[in-house]
């Protein structure tokens, strides 16, 4: 069965900073790989998604992420960081053998002014 | 607007009473799926279906039952087995491909008085 883990719980990081987030998978074959974003009380949305092709992908809100299958990590980053950054991240791996989702503890990002 | 709801907002439960959240969405999406969201765990599975009027049960079924009778809807109910269910609770859809995205509802906020 797939697996994910986002090492980072929190992450502070000054407005105008650059952002990575760490994101490792455990799987078998070629995963499918997803970024969501969760404002406080809300649902998710999907930042960003890798399935084949580039290994760099870019997704909305000048997010990119990088598939690296030697590393078997899927870490988001972003040049510059808004305050409106400020949420949860969550990293997601899904395989080949259903439409299942598996889903990493997430990190949360703290944007100071 | 085509999206996914759900309602309400928030609920209350009193002990030895089963509850049923809603969850509707009109994006012609074949697949549907539960999940609970604690703080520091990400989410975990509860429940899916990927066609009417069948379902399979996710990682942590234990003390819900879900129904699919219309494509369209499919609601969850926490029954009085499930004896901790404060949670954030996040139902999504998706068309069937492995590497299509899930969309997912706003949520309802689970509370025992």
């Known amino acids: 069965a797939q697996s994910v883990t986002q090492p980072d719980i929190h992450i502070t990081v000054s407005e105008g900073a650059s952002l990575e987030l760490r994101c490792n998978y455990s799987?078998?074959?070629?995963?499918?790989l997803f970024w969501y974003v969760q404002s406080p009380g809300q649902g998710l949305q999907l930042l960003l998604k890798?399935?084949?092709?580039?290994?760099l992908v870019q997704g909305i809100k000048g997010f990119e992420a990088e598939f690296k299958r030697s590393q078997s990590s899927f870490n988001l980053r972003k040049p510059s960081v808004h305050w409106s950054d400020a949420a949860e991240y969550f990293c997601?791996?899904?395989?080949?053998?259903?439409?299942?989702?598996?889903f990493g503890a997430g990190t949360t990002v703290t944007v100071r002014a | 607007d085509g999206g996914i709801t759900q309602s309400p907002k928030y609920l209350f439960r009193k002990e030895g009473q089963n509850v049923t959240l809603s969850c509707e969405q009109n994006?012609?999406?074949?697949?549907m799926y539960w999940y609970r969201q604690d703080p520091g765990q990400g989410l975990r599975l509860i429940y899916y279906?990927?066609?009417?009027?069948?379902?399979q049960k996710g990682d942590i079924a234990e003390g819900y039952s879900v129904s699919r009778e219309k494509k369209e809807s499919f609601p969850l109910t926490v029954t009085s087995a499930q004896k901790n269910p404060t949670a954030f609770y996040l139902c999504a859809s998706s068309r069937l491909a492995r590497q299509e995205t899930q969309y997912f509802g706003p949520g309802t906020r689970l509370l025992v008085l």
């Open positions: 799987y078998g074959a070629t995963p499918y």
């Open positions: 994006l012609n999406h074949d697949a």
């Open positions: 997601a791996v899904g395989g080949d053998n259903d439409y299942k989702l598996s």
């Open positions: 890798y399935f084949s092709g580039d290994t």
């Open positions: 279906s990927q066609i009417v009027n069948d379902f």
